[in-house]
């Protein structure tokens, strides 16, 4: 069977004057706990009424209800049954109603006495899910129930005879007994007042509200930590998430972690494990102390450091100026408190950094990534002030530790991803230019030859001179065939690390010779410009690679010439510059270089008229060999020009091997300096 209708509304019906009111399950508990105590206080009480909701809920209470029956005459206990939770008739009686039944919705207990009288009518009250705070959803003591808790001995005798007629529906064979306990209340009405003693229900009250007071403010200080430590993760993930700048987070990193722990001083800086010191940046100074920003901060011969390497966790000390390290067996022993003991022993100690920056307590947590170490987290108490880490705040630390270890591995990785993506653009544009020169440097002469050699072959009776003039044309664009691909190839070997560079003393006078020997071998006499070498005869030798010094002044004087018309002019110069550097210079009359391609003539395949519609030879690569040729020796290459047909000079040094002018003489110069042979090309 079961019953729909509300012991709740029953009873406003029988009393309309009733006001309802709306209770938490919390306080309900110590209401009931209370008015349960009146009974076990021996005041007396003949009926106990209890109407539990669920079976779990009586199970808690079970242990109670044996004492309550102990000092009660008639005892019932009403309960949705779960598991074995059945009509019974014991110490007292169990009633269980229908899962369906309004009691299931409902919370009473009734307790009638000679001297005492009290009962408490509840039926929880459900809140739409719109409208509740999912933390309450969440939380049993938060359930919300309205109804009545009153001292009114009439009320109480209603609420009584209501629950004892839901009892005598379920269990009819109760008839005699619930008679009887009718026949009481009858006698309980004509009680005007309540004359128990109220001491043991205000004690259990205080005592409840004390507990609860105890566990809120206790959860209230676990939340805060809770609050803490995710405001200060979620705002280096949001400095994350903005830049990949470690320098940004360390900055957010710092500021945030010291204003939330308070320290005297917080520093958050980058260090791998071979590093003998570190210059500190970031820092946040919670208190009147010196900074320590822009000083070098000693790690190799910091035993603290040391600990934090070799066990690769935090470190720290409680009294960092109570002499905190015993040397004991040549190996120093931290004090009771610190996390890591007996580092290895170093030369120096951390007092004298201690009494320096007066640190007191001294905190090292390692920002450690697949056991390397990355960086580390300091916090430092100074002056006279101790301060004992508890495991809530150093797990602070260690959270903010992994996200910035977090943040340094995603910079790296960006910084790796950033390099590639320009590499990749770099080959995307080599590509291109690869097509177009090939396109070009090669569709060109290729069909020059095939031509020349189709029309020998299908003209027998051609003259001498116009097949003289044939295979001249041949042969030429051979040769441009040739220098093309040996240019591919020589830069490809410089760009990809795998030239053996041969470095001895020579004189620089013979490299400059070789070099415009090669150049008046491969072109006409007639066609070249004016050409001037002003080399001083008591230079110091320079420290180099013949072969690839010939080249670079090769290349240089064969783009001179070619830019310039044959009534210009070609100086090469050298000089000491006043350090350990020679200074070569290619200078021209030629048509000069724009300010603002001064430093993009070096690239690949550049070229000043654009690949395709030049009016001069060559690929483009000239001067990319040239600076990767310079750099590979030890020197650096740089172009001038006021603009325009005024001209360019190509200034690159080379390192020397004495600066006195007596080694550089002839007689040296043939017994120590071997003559370069040029290239082959």
């Given at each position: 069977m079961s019953n729909s209708t509300s012991i709740l509304e029953d009873l406003l019906q029988t009393l309309p004057e009733l006001r309802t009111q709306l209770y938490f399950k919390s306080s309900l508990t110590a209401l009931s706990h209370a008015m349960e105590d009146q009974v076990l206080a021996g005041v007396g009480s003949s009926l106990v009424i209890a109407s539990f909701q669920r079976e779990r809920f009586y199970r808690q209470e079970a242990h109670r209800y044996l004492r309550i029956s102990e000092r009660a005459d008639q005892v019932y206990v009403l309960a949705a049954p779960e598991t074995d939770f059945a009509n019974r008739s014991g110490q007292y009686e169990t009633i269980a109603f229908a899962p369906t039944d309004a009691l299931a919705h409902e919370w009473h207990l009734v307790v009638i006495g000679a001297r005492y009288a009290a009962c408490l009518i509840c039926r929880e009250k459900q809140v739409p899910i719109a409208e509740a705070d999912s933390t309450q959803l969440a939380t049993d003591q938060a359930r919300r129930f309205e109804g009545i808790w009153t001292f009114d001995r009439k009320t109480v005798c209603v609420v009584a005879e209501l629950l004892l007629d839901r009892i005598l529906a379920y269990r009819p064979e109760l008839a005699t007994k619930i008679s009887q306990a009718k026949a009481q209340l009858q006698v309980a009405r004509r009680i005007s007042a309540n004359n128990a003693d109220p001491e043991p229900f205000a004690e259990r009250l205080v005592t409840y509200l004390q507990a609860g007071q105890y566990k809120l403010l206790k959860a209230y200080r676990s939340i805060a930590a809770k609050e803490q430590k995710e405001r200060l993760v979620n705002s280096i993930t949001a400095a994350i998430r903005r830049s990949f700048d470690p320098e940004e987070i360390f900055a957010v990193a710092v500021r945030e972690l010291g204003q939330a722990l308070r320290g005297c001083r917080c520093l958050i800086y980058r260090c791998k494990e071979t590093d003998l010191s570190v210059t500190i940046q970031h820092e946040y100074l919670g208190a009147a102390v010196d900074s320590l920003v822009g000083q070098a901060w000693v790690l190799r011969d910091n035993p603290l450091f040391q600990a934090v390497v070799e066990h690769q966790e935090r470190v720290y000390l409680n009294d960092a100026q109570a002499d905190p390290w015993v040397l004991e067996d040549g190996r120093t022993v931290l004090p009771p408190g610190s996390s890591i003991a007996q580092p290895s022993a170093r030369e120096a100690q951390p007092e004298s950094l201690a009494q320096?920056?007066?640190?007191?307590?001294?905190?090292?947590?390692?920002?450690?990534?697949?056991?390397?170490?990355?960086?580390?987290?300091?916090?430092?108490t100074c002056g006279g002030t101790l301060h004992e880490w508890t495991e809530a705040e150093l797990g602070l630390i260690d959270a903010i530790a992994t996200q910035i270890g977090v943040a340094l591995?995603?910079?790296?990785?960006?910084?790796?991803?950033?390099?590639?993506?320009?590499?990749?653009?770099?080959?995307?544009?080599?590509?291109?230019?690869?097509?177009?020169?090939?396109?070009?440097?090669?569709?060109?002469?290729?069909?020059?030859?095939?031509?020349?050699?189709?029309?020998?072959?299908?003209?027998?009776?051609?003259?001498?001179?116009?097949?003289?003039?044939?295979?001249?044309?041949?042969?030429?664009?051979?040769?441009?065939?040739?220098?093309?691909?040996?240019?591919?190839?020589?830069?490809?070997?410089?760009?990809?690390g795998r030239v053996q560079w041969h470095l001895e003393p020579l004189p620089l006078q013979e490299c400059v010779d070789l070099a415009l020997s090669s150049l008046r071998t491969r072109q006409q006499q007639g066609d070249l410009p004016e050409i001037t070498a002003q080399v001083p005869v008591d230079l110091p030798l320079v420290q180099t690679d013949g072969e690839w010094l010939v080249e670079v002044l090769s290349k240089l004087l064969d783009n001179a010439c070619k830019f310039t018309d044959p009534q210009g002019r070609v100086v090469v110069q050298a000089n000491q510059n006043g350090g350990q550097m020679l200074e070569v210079t290619v200078a021209d009359t030629g048509r000069g270089i724009e300010p603002n391609r001064l430093e993009t003539v070096f690239d690949r395949f550049y070229q000043e008229e654009g690949a395709l519609r030049r009016t001069t030879g060559g690929t483009g690569l000239g001067l990319a060999i040239c600076r990767q040729i310079v750099t590979g020796l030890g020197g650096r290459i740089w172009a001038e020009s006021s603009g325009k047909d005024q001209g360019s000079q190509f200034h690159f040094t080379v390192p020397i091997v004495c600066s006195k002018p007596e080694e550089a003489s002839p007689k040296n110069r043939t017994e120590r300096g071997k003559i370069p042979r040029a290239r082959s090309r």
């Amino acid at each position: 069977m079961s019953n729909s209708t509300s012991i709740l509304e029953d009873l406003l019906q029988t009393l309309p004057e009733l006001r309802t009111q709306l209770y938490f399950k919390s306080s309900l508990t110590a209401l009931s706990h209370a008015m349960e105590d009146q009974v076990l206080a021996g005041v007396g009480s003949s009926l106990v009424i209890a109407s539990f909701q669920r079976e779990r809920f009586y199970r808690q209470e079970a242990h109670r209800y044996l004492r309550i029956s102990e000092r009660a005459d008639q005892v019932y206990v009403l309960a949705a049954p779960e598991t074995d939770f059945a009509n019974r008739s014991g110490q007292y009686e169990t009633i269980a109603f229908a899962p369906t039944d309004a009691l299931a919705h409902e919370w009473h207990l009734v307790v009638i006495g000679a001297r005492y009288a009290a009962c408490l009518i509840c039926r929880e009250k459900q809140v739409p899910i719109a409208e509740a705070d999912s933390t309450q959803l969440a939380t049993d003591q938060a359930r919300r129930f309205e109804g009545i808790w009153t001292f009114d001995r009439k009320t109480v005798c209603v609420v009584a005879e209501l629950l004892l007629d839901r009892i005598l529906a379920y269990r009819p064979e109760l008839a005699t007994k619930i008679s009887q306990a009718k026949a009481q209340l009858q006698v309980a009405r004509r009680i005007s007042a309540n004359n128990a003693d109220p001491e043991p229900f205000a004690e259990r009250l205080v005592t409840y509200l004390q507990a609860g007071q105890y566990k809120l403010l206790k959860a209230y200080r676990s939340i805060a930590a809770k609050e803490q430590k995710e405001r200060l993760v979620n705002s280096i993930t949001a400095a994350i998430r903005r830049s990949f700048d470690p320098e940004e987070i360390f900055a957010v990193a710092v500021r945030e972690l010291g204003q939330a722990l308070r320290g005297c001083r917080c520093l958050i800086y980058r260090c791998k494990e071979t590093d003998l010191s570190v210059t500190i940046q970031h820092e946040y100074l919670g208190a009147a102390v010196d900074s320590l920003v822009g000083q070098a901060w000693v790690l190799r011969d910091n035993p603290l450091f040391q600990a934090v390497v070799e066990h690769q966790e935090r470190v720290y000390l409680n009294d960092a100026q109570a002499d905190p390290w015993v040397l004991e067996d040549g190996r120093t022993v931290l004090p009771p408190g610190s996390s890591i003991a007996q580092p290895s022993a170093r030369e120096a100690q951390p007092e004298s950094l201690a009494q320096r920056w007066t640190i007191a307590t001294w905190l090292m947590v390692p920002v450690m990534h697949q056991n390397r170490l990355l960086g580390m987290v300091e916090l430092h108490t100074c002056g006279g002030t101790l301060h004992e880490w508890t495991e809530a705040e150093l797990g602070l630390i260690d959270a903010i530790a992994t996200q910035i270890g977090v943040a340094l591995i995603q910079a790296e990785a960006y910084a790796h991803l950033e390099d590639l993506n320009q590499q990749l653009a770099a080959l995307d544009v080599t590509r291109s230019n690869l097509i177009a020169i090939t396109g070009h440097e090669l569709r060109t002469p290729l069909s020059t030859i095939q031509v020349c050699l189709e029309s020998l072959s299908t003209e027998p009776d051609m003259p001498p001179e116009l097949r003289q003039i044939m295979l001249q044309s041949a042969l030429s664009d051979t040769e441009r065939m040739r220098k093309l691909v040996q240019d591919f190839l020589t830069l490809s070997q410089l760009e990809s690390g795998r030239v053996q560079w041969h470095l001895e003393p020579l004189p620089l006078q013979e490299c400059v010779d070789l070099a415009l020997s090669s150049l008046r071998t491969r072109q006409q006499q007639g066609d070249l410009p004016e050409i001037t070498a002003q080399v001083p005869v008591d230079l110091p030798l320079v420290q180099t690679d013949g072969e690839w010094l010939v080249e670079v002044l090769s290349k240089l004087l064969d783009n001179a010439c070619k830019f310039t018309d044959p009534q210009g002019r070609v100086v090469v110069q050298a000089n000491q510059n006043g350090g350990q550097m020679l200074e070569v210079t290619v200078a021209d009359t030629g048509r000069g270089i724009e300010p603002n391609r001064l430093e993009t003539v070096f690239d690949r395949f550049y070229q000043e008229e654009g690949a395709l519609r030049r009016t001069t030879g060559g690929t483009g690569l000239g001067l990319a060999i040239c600076r990767q040729i310079v750099t590979g020796l030890g020197g650096r290459i740089w172009a001038e020009s006021s603009g325009k047909d005024q001209g360019s000079q190509f200034h690159f040094t080379v390192p020397i091997v004495c600066s006195k002018p007596e080694e550089a003489s002839p007689k040296n110069r043939t017994e120590r300096g071997k003559i370069p042979r040029a290239r082959s090309r």
